[in-house]
């Protein structure tokens, strides 16, 4: 982390033409992501907005490939991942943190090794550690490491899912409404430590967020409706 901390790592992210249609389950269809064009540039922090259903979840499940658009192109850190076959897309998946409304962590496990499990299928623990305590430090967890996810605030949790997401060392993370389970004052909070992340390792972001309040600390605000890219500004 030392040497990451000071330079960045940020991935441009760039979305052309992206549309993904649902069935609707009444025999048509939902066009819940509807030809949207979107640039990033490296180290930038996008808020998403836009009332419910208005395809925000379905733009970053597009942009983390945990979903396949019907149409559109995007490119990340200069590989156009539409184009890219399933090996290289989970080496992709690996340079991208999420971070989620519920915190999902592992219950069973402490806070250290929910950050560390993102690494074991890599056979990492050992690194993972080192890092693992650093990360919870920098999202203001030293001294409970040890702690299990029931022994912690939500806003701790939501804290340990940060520093999971970034365990692997992403160039990109997406965050849907990572403070929507968080009363205001810590939703500030978790926003705020997402932006001092964003300033010490450069890491590109882009925050699906209700909250007008928390669109407003971001460099922009992207508006949907109905899936269409309304305004950005
Ligand atoms: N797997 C799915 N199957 C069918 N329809 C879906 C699916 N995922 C999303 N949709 C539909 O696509 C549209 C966009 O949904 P999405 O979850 O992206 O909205 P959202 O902006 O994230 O909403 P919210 O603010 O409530 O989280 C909605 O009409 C939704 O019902
Ligand atoms: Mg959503």
Do not use: W
């Given at each position: 982390m030392?040497?990451?901390?000071?330079?960045?790592?940020?991935?441009?992210?760039?979305?052309s033409?992206?549309s993904?249609a649902?069935?609707?389950?009444?025999?048509?269809?939902?066009?819940?992501?509807?030809?949207?064009?979107?640039?990033?540039?490296p180290?930038?922090?996008?808020?998403?907005?836009?009332?419910?259903?208005?395809?925000?979840?379905?733009?970053?499940?597009?942009?983390?490939a945990?979903?396949?658009?019907?149409?559109?192109?995007?490119?990340v850190?200069?590989?156009e991942?539409?184009?890219?076959?399933?090996?290289?897309?989970a080496?992709?998946?690996?340079?991208?943190g999420?971070?989620?409304q519920?915190?999902?962590?592992l219950?069973?496990?402490?806070a250290?090794?929910?950050?560390?499990?993102?690494?074991?299928?890599?056979?990492?623990?050992?690194?993972?550690?080192?890092?693992?305590?650093?990360?919870?430090?920098?999202?203001?967890?030293?001294?409970?490491?040890?702690?299990?996810p029931?022994?912690?605030?939500g806003?701790?949790?939501?804290?340990?899912?940060?520093?999971?997401?970034?365990?692997?060392?992403?160039?990109?993370?997406?965050?849907?409404?990572?403070t929507?389970?968080?009363?205001?004052?810590t939703?500030?909070?978790?926003?705020?430590?997402?932006?001092?992340?964003?300033?010490?390792?450069?890491?590109?972001?882009?925050?699906?967020?209700?909250d007008?309040g928390?669109a407003?600390?971001?460099d922009?605000?992207?508006?949907?409706?109905?899936?269409?890219?309304?305004?950005v500004?």
């Amino acid at each position: 982390m030392q040497s990451s901390a000071t330079t960045s790592r940020g991935a441009a992210v760039a979305v052309s033409g992206l549309s993904k249609a649902f069935p609707s389950g009444d025999g048509g269809t939902i066009t819940a992501v509807d030809h949207a064009d979107l640039d990033i540039a490296p180290g930038g922090v996008v808020a998403l907005t836009g009332p419910s259903g208005s395809g925000k979840s379905t733009l970053l499940h597009l942009i983390g490939a945990i979903d396949v658009p019907d149409a559109g192109a995007i490119t990340v850190a200069g590989t156009e991942i539409t184009a890219s076959g399933r090996r290289a897309l989970a080496r992709y998946r690996r340079t991208v943190g999420f971070v989620f409304q519920r915190f999902h962590l592992l219950s069973a496990l402490t806070a250290r090794d929910n950050v560390i499990a993102p690494l074991l299928p890599y056979g990492k623990r050992g690194a993972g550690l080192e890092r693992a305590t650093e990360l919870l430090a920098a999202v203001g967890l030293a001294g409970r490491e040890d702690a299990l996810p029931s022994q912690l605030s939500g806003g701790q949790q939501q804290r340990v899912a940060i520093a999971r997401a970034l365990v692997g060392e992403p160039g990109l993370l997406l965050a849907d409404e990572p403070t929507g389970n968080l009363d205001s004052a810590t939703g500030t909070e978790i926003i705020e430590l997402l932006l001092t992340l964003n300033a010490d390792f450069g890491t590109t972001m882009v925050i699906a967020t209700h909250d007008p309040g928390i669109a407003a600390r971001c460099d922009r605000t992207v508006l949907l409706r109905d899936g269409v890219i309304t305004r950005v500004e």
